[in-house]
Structure formats: structure tokens, C-alpha cells
């Protein structure tokens, strides 16, 4: 038999009987203790699964450690023997599945796609030696689930129906792995009510009790682990409860990293000290394998969770500090609703407060972790995951050019198409005066009874504060400066602020585009060089942010004649530019400051040049920059995006099976249309027929009395008055017998019974004898002659 077929004990000689043969025909040939089914290969946790388990050989885990977690040595039994190469397995495990929706597409690690409408989805099941279903995103997915255990189960009662050998030599084991949601722990009640931290393990598993909106993934677990100890040896059940997966492009945190993305302020629900369990997606496809490889008797039900926990509030301050602007604000659960895209979904899996130990995962499979770290502590790693996946790729660009020749408008354009920070000296110091302004606002100090929700990161905070006194004097110091005007600001204290403000977040994670900064050589070393920070931030030398790290991956310079823009300037409306820069006396005098400090051999773009920054000159020809924008936007490709969110892939769902639906309505309308015209021309012709064939009977009747004429005519001639003179003589004489009499009368009148037959005549008959009577004469008397 080959690798991929079932082997079975072999049968002694000449047992060959018929129950045998029919198990024979119940075990698939196809059948492989490899294959894997999932059901929504395209989903976030089966793809990172799929990726995983695929580069897994099936059985060699159990293998070289020997055998299952709960298998042990007996006293004086031997180890087994390490398995040679020869005997190590080669089989890799494959994988096949159904798709969450028809647009979507399988990756490279599925072997094929199924659909479960198919008619042969049942065989494809029975195929496969392990069989998961992800009822975690889903709830429509737990009537699949459950119908997918069923087919199993009618398999083996089939089976068993056979007889207990049959059944008992039955060689297909199938595993069978529900993905839950730990949600359907969201009501369970602390383990001490005097130490509600304790956490919870498999060995609590019956205490749960799930949230309300939870409760048919609660009864589909409790209906897997009773199929389970119903069927034991040929089909093993276990449900794996897992955290809230992260990691890699996001899924069930999407919604706060977009967030933090576009710098806006994350929302704590409660206070945020409820506990949530994660796990990293790649964890948690390590530990799937692992049950799979093991297959314990007990426990059926696993945690998938991180080792050590993490309060909301841990990972909401770690992801706006990573990713945002530390921006985070306390939410009551009456106004969550009123923020952008925020689902019953979301509010309910981030306000759950369960603490859950993996003890299974530690001490059983002993899985490799992603990270000993958990979420919060891990989040910078993270956030590179997740900007890589997504290829959230900030565009940092800085604008050069005369002035008047259109940055400004050009910069904002590109700004509003990638979603960049657009910057200038003065909109930069306006922000660092708001953000100074509202670090003074501040609430108000916790009350002592207060001070339990607070940890020990909440009392740091709160000792590391900046003195308001130090706030205000920058504030004041940089009034001072714009009040004297921003052209007369030292270059130094410029450079020390923009070099902060290049390295916040929103910059970094969303790129910038710094309008007509820097303008000279000088400013720009001091800018992107490795200087120390000399700006009126105090910070300390090791956290001057790196001048790469800020670095523009795009100098454009715009090209424009003195004529051009003493043109363009003068189309202006004179109450736009009168008292700006843009004034002429104002244009004329920095023109021509512009060009001195702009030469061939004298400009800031050689600097740019010597760091192997792109340089990109456009010619300015009208006020749109339409040209300039398109070559700016073919050189930098097209603009980060997130693709859809959750939400929007669930309305592309409904949209899908409402396309669906009408289609099958539509194609069910079309059929029954052509039924309907079918039977209307079947009408139509039956009645043509029908009309076509009265149309034959009357042309029939017409020949039929056509054909009767001449027939009428000889019974009038011949034969009714020789009937006529029988009936009138049979009425005379009225004998006992009238139909024999009739019939002696007309024999007697025609003896040779010739009269009805159209061709006779009795004269003609007479003449006919007499003729004949005169030639046989003739004849005697020739006869005698030559004699």
C-alpha cells in the first residue's frame, strides 16, 4: 500500500467476509491523516496557520519527543528507541478549505478550495485526518461546524452499524478542533472572590459562563466535547478557547491601530483595568500544531493565551505611545457608541475581564513563544510587524523653491493624497504652543480611594509630569520669537524644534511634507545631520531623535522664472497680498535673496545630494501644479492604505450573497419564464395540431364520399331492386322463416352469385355464354376437319 493509504493489521487467511469488504469500501482509498480541512482559509488566523503547518511534517513532532504529552513510562519500562532516518516521516501536512467570500483568494499554502454547498464537500471532509473550525469571528460559522461533526459521526454509527469488529478495524481517526473565542468566559465569577487575579485554567473550563451575546458559541463547545467522549479512539474532539490574536497586519485590533495611525486619541473603556487575554497569531498557529501532533485524551478543552496578562489599559498606553502621539482618553461605556466604526463587537471583547493561565500550552506543549513578552511589553516589535504587513510606507518630502512659486498649495495637495503631515515653521510652532497649552489642562488628582485603580505605570506618570512653570516660559519664549517675526527666530533654536517634531509619531508613521525648509546648507546639516539638539526643547543628548530617522526620502525643487512669478503674484487680488510676504516689494526682495543663496555651485540641494536623497526638479508652467503633482505622485507611488476594515468586509458579505441571492432568483425567474414558454408553445402547437388534424378528418370525409358515389350508384342499379322484389315478396307471402327465404329468393334470382359484384350484368352475361358457346363450335369442327 502507499503512504498516502490507511494501513490496517492483516487478516488472517481465508477470513475474507462480507463486513470485512464493506468496511474495506467505507475506507476512502484518498483518505490521508495529513490533510488538514479549515473552514475560511483566506481568514487572519487560518493564514498564518496555513503558513505554519504546511512546512510541518505530519507525525514527526510525536515522534522525536516520544509520543503524546500524557503518555508516560511505566516503572521498568524501557524508553523506545530513537527512530532512525529511514524510519522518520516525509509526509508534510496539507491544506484545504472554504473561502469567507467569493472575491476573496486562497494563499499559496492551500492546496484547493471547497465549497460546502458542493455535493461533495461530505467525501472531502471524510478525506482529511484533521478537521477545524473557526467559529471565533463568525457565528454563522457554528451551523457549519456542528454539520461538519455530524457527517463524521454518521460515518462511524455507519460503521459501527456493520458490527463491533467493523467497527473496531475502522483505521480513518479523524480530529476534530473548534477555534472559540474566550467570550464565552465573559460572566465567569473570580475562582477567590478575595484574589480576583487569579487566573483561570483548563481545569476550570466548566466553570465559565459566557457573555450574553456569546451563548451559541458556549453550546457548541459543550456539544463538541460530548461527540467527543461519546466516540473516543476513532473521532477526538477539542475546542480551543483563544485570546484576542495579534500580530503581523492586525485583525481583531484593526480598529486601534488605525487609530493610533492617524494620531487619534485612543479611548480607555472603564478605567481600563479589566484584564484581556491576546496571543500573537504565530503563538497561536505553534500551539494548534502542537495539540494536533500530541492528540491528548485529556484535557479536550485548551487555553490559547500569552503567559502573562495585560489590562486594557497596558496595551492602549503602549500602542498610542508606539504608534500615536500618546493620546488616550477614559471612555464610559454610554459613549463608546458615538465613536467612528466603534462595533457591539469591539466594546464587547475590550471591556471582557478574564485572566487566563496557559498551563497546557506551557507545560505540555511546551511550544517555542513569538515572544516572552506579552502585548504591551512587545508593542514597538509589533507595530514594525504591523507596518510592514500593511506597507504603510510614510512619505517624507521636503519642498524647495522661490518663493511664490507655488509650494505651499503643491505641498498641501500631496499631503491630502498620501495623508502626510504637512509642515512649516509657523503652523509647527502653532502646534507646539496647543500642545504645550493643553499639557497645563489638567485633570484633577485621583481621591485616596481612588489610588487602587492606579498602577505602578499610572503613579510614574504622574511623578514624571513637566513642571508647569518650565511650559509657560516656553510658551513665552516662543511668542516672543513669532512676535519679532519667524525670519528673525535664531536657526538653532528653529533646527532643535523641528528636529523634535520630524521624530513624533505622526510624522514618522505618516510621513511629512516640510514646506521651504531648509533654505541653506547650514540649516539643513544641522537638521538631518547628527548634531545635539540646541532648540528650546530641553532634552537630553541620547534622546535627540537620529538625523536618518527624519531623513526625506524626496527633495522636489520647483523651477521658476523671476517673470513667471512676478506674473502669477500679480494676478492676485490686491487685499490677498497686501501686508504678506507675497506684497511686491516683499517678492522682489526675497526673489532675489532666493537666488544668491541658490547657485549652481552654492545651494542646498548639493547637500542632499551628498546623502544620496532623490532630487526631483519640476518646472513650474501654471498655478494648478497639476503636471508637477502627477510626476511627484509617479515617483512616490501610490498612498499607504488599510484596505477594508472589518466592518466594510462584512457589509461586502452581505452585499455578496444579496448579488448572490438575486442571482439565483434570477436564474430560478429565468427558468420558470422558459418553462412557462416552453408550455405555451407546446399549447400552441397542440392546437395547431388539432386544427391541422380536423382539417385531415374533414378532407378524409370528402374522399370517403367521393370514393362512395360510384358504389351508391350500382347498389341503386343492381343490386336494390332485385331486394326490393325479395322484401316486397317476402312481405306477400310472409314465411316462417323470413331470412332464409331471403336469402333462397336471392340466390334464385342470381345463382352464381354474382350480384354484388360491380363488374356483373346479366344480359352481358347471357351474351358473354353464347359467344363462348359459338367459339368452342368453331373449334370441334376444326379439330374433326384435320382429322
Known amino acids: 500500500m502507499s503512504e498516502d493509504q490507511v494501513h490496517k493489521d492483516p487478516e488472517p487467511e481465508g477470513r475474507h467476509t462480507s463486513d470485512e469488504q464493506v468496511a474495506q ?59 532512525t532516518a529511514e524510519n522518520l516521516p516525509t509526509n508534510k501536512y496539507e491544506v484545504i478549505g472554504t473561502l469567507s467570500a467569493r472575491f ?42 456542528l454539520k461538519a461533526l455530524s457527517i463524521l459521526t454518521e460515518q462511524l454509527d455507519e460503521v459501527n452499524r456493520i458490527g463491533p469488529k467493523t467497527y473496531e478495524h475502522f483505521a480513518e481517526v479523524k480530529i476534530f478542533i473548534l477555534i472559540s ?74 480598529f486601534f491601530f488605525r487609530m493610533a495611525w492617524y ?34 485524551s485529556k484535557p479536550q478543552y485548551i487555553l490559547a493565551v500569552e503567559q502573562t496578562p495585560t489590562t486594557l489599559k497596558q496595551f492602549i498606553r503602549s500602542l498610542s505611545k508606539a504608534l500615536s502621539d500618546n493620546k488616550v482618553t477614559n471612555v464610559i461605556a454610554e459613549e463608546a457608541f458615538l465613536i467612528k466604526n466603534m462595533t457591539q463587537t469591539i466594546f464587547d471583547k475590550f471591556s471582557v475581564n478574564v485572566n487566563m493561565e496557559p498551563v497546557f500550552l506551557v507545560e505540555n506543549l511546551q511550544i517555542e513563544w513569538q515572544s516572552d513578552s506579552n502585548i504591551a511589553e512587545n508593542m514597538n516589535q509589533i507595530v514594525r510587524e504591523f507596518r510592514m504587513r500593511r ?48 499639557s497645563l489642562v489638567k485633570p484633577e488628582k485621583p481621591k485616596l480611594e481612588d489610588t487602587e485603580f492606579l498602577g505602578e505605570e499610572d503613579m510614574e506618570e504622574m511623578e514624571e509630569e513637566e513642571d508647569p512653570q518650565q511650559i509657560l516660559e516656553q510658551i513665552r519664549e516662543i511668542e516672543m520669537f513669532m512676535e519679532g517675526g519667524i525670519q528673525n527666530i535664531p536657526d538653532d533654536y528653529i533646527v532643535g524644534l523641528l528636529r523634535s517634531y520630524l521624530a513624533k509619531n505622526f510624522c514618522q508613521n505618516r510621513g511629512y511634507v516640510l514646506d521651504d525648509y531648509p533654505r541653506i546648507t547650514e540649516q539643513a546639516k544641522e537638521l538631518f545631520g547628527q548634531s545635539q539638539n540646541a532648540g528650546g526643547e530641553e532634552e537630553e543628548a541620547a534622546e535627540v531623535p537620529d538625523g536618518d530617522k527624519i531623513l526625506p526620502d524626496l527633495v522636489v525643487s520647483l523651477v521658476a522664472t523671476d517673470e513667471f512669478i512676478t506674473e502669477r503674484i500679480m494676478t ?107 408550455e405555451d408553445e407546446r399549447k400552441n402547437k397542440m392546437e395547431a395540431w388539432t386544427e391541422t388534424l380536423e382539417k385531415l378528418q374533414m378532407e378524409e370525409e370528402k374522399i370517403l364520399v367521393a370514393q362512395s358515389e360510384p358504389l351508391r350508384h350500382y347498389l341503386m342499379k343492381y343490386v336494390f331492386p332485385t331486394l326490393t322484389k325479395g322484401l316486397i315478396e317476402l312481405a306477400t307471402l310472409k314465411p316462417d322463416d323470413p331470412v332464409d327465404f331471403l336469402a333462397e329468393y336471392l340466390f334464385k334470382e342470381n345463382p352464381e352469385g354474382k350480384m354484388f359484384d360491380p363488374s356483373y350484368n346479366a344480359e352481358c352475361e347471357d351474351l358473354y355464354g353464347e359467344f363462348r358457346r359459338y367459339i368452342e363450335k368453331i373449334i370441334d369442327e376444326h379439330e374433326a376437319f384435320e382429322n
Open 25 to 83: 469500501e467505507a475506507e476512502s482509498e484518498v483518505y490521508k491523516p495529513y490533510k488538514v480541512f479549515i473552514n475560511h482559509v483566506d481568514s487572519f488566523h487560518a493564514k498564518y496557520f496555513s503558513a505554519f503547518i504546511t512546512d510541518q511534517i505530519y507525525g514527526l513532532t510525536k515522534l522525536m519527543q516520544g509520543g503524546g504529552a500524557e503518555e508516560g513510562l511505566g516503572e521498568g519500562e524501557e524508553a523506545p528507541p530513537k527512530p
Open 572 to 678: 492676485l487680488q490686491e487685499e490677498e497680498i497686501k501686508d504678506t510676504p507675497y506684497a511686491e516689494d516683499n517678492i522682489l526682495e526675497r526673489l532675489e535673496k532666493f537666488r544668491e543663496l541658490n547657485t549652481d555651485d552654492n545651494t542646498v540641494l548639493n547637500y542632499f545630494d551628498e546623502l544620496e536623497v532623490d532630487i526631483l526638479l519640476l518646472e513650474v508652467k501654471d498655478d494648478d501644479n497639476q503636471e508637477e503633482f502627477n510626476l511627484i505622485a509617479n515617483k512616490m507611488g501610490p498612498p499607504s492604505t488599510f484596505g477594508l476594515t472589518p466592518e466594510e468586509e462584512e457589509e461586502l458579505r452581505k452585499l455578496e450573497e444579496q448579488e448572490r441571492q438575486l442571482a439565483l432568483e434570477k436564474a430560478e425567474l429565468n427558468k420558470q419564464l422558459e418553462l412557462e414558454k416552453a
Open 263 to 296: 494620531n487619534e486619541v485612543l479611548p480607555l473603556f472603564n478605567n481600563g483595568t479589566n484584564t484581556i487575554p491576546f496571543i500573537h497569531v504565530r503563538d497561536f498557529a505553534k500551539a494548534l500544531h502542537g495539540l494536533m501532533e500530541r492528540t491528548p
Open 391 to 438: 506597507n504603510l510606507r510614510p512619505v517624507k518630502i521636503v519642498l524647495h523653491g522661490p518663493p511664490g512659486s507655488g509650494k505651499t498649495h503643491l505641498a498641501k495637495k500631496v499631503c491630502e493624497y498620501y495623508h502626510s503631515k504637512y509642515i512649516s515653521i509657523p503652523t509647527m510652532l502653532d502646534d507646539y504652543i496647543k500642545i504645550w497649552k493643553e
Open 181 to 254: 473565542t474566550m467570550m464565552t468566559w465573559g460572566l465567569t465569577k473570580p475562582l477567590d472572590p478575595d484574589d480576583p487575579e487569579l487566573p483561570f485554567s483548563e481545569v476550570d473550563y466548566k466553570k465559565r459562563r459566557p457573555h450574553p451575546n456569546y451563548r451559541d458559541h458556549y453550546n457548541c463547545e459543550k456539544e463538541v466535547i460530548k461527540i467527543g467522549k461519546k466516540y473516543k479512539e476513532k473521532l477526538k474532539t477539542y475546542v480551543v478557547c483563544t485570546g484576542l490574536t495579534y500580530g503581523e497586519e492586525e485583525d481583531s485590533l484593526d
Open 104 to 145: 476573496k483568494e486562497p494563499t499559496e499554502d492551500i492546496l484547493y478550495t471547497i465549497d460546502e454547498n458542493d455535493e461533495h464537500f461530505r467525501d472531502e471532509i471524510l478525506r482529511c485526518g484533521y478537521i477545524i473550525y473557526d467559529i471565533s469571528k463568525y457565528p454563522s460559522e457554528i451551523s457549519k461546524a
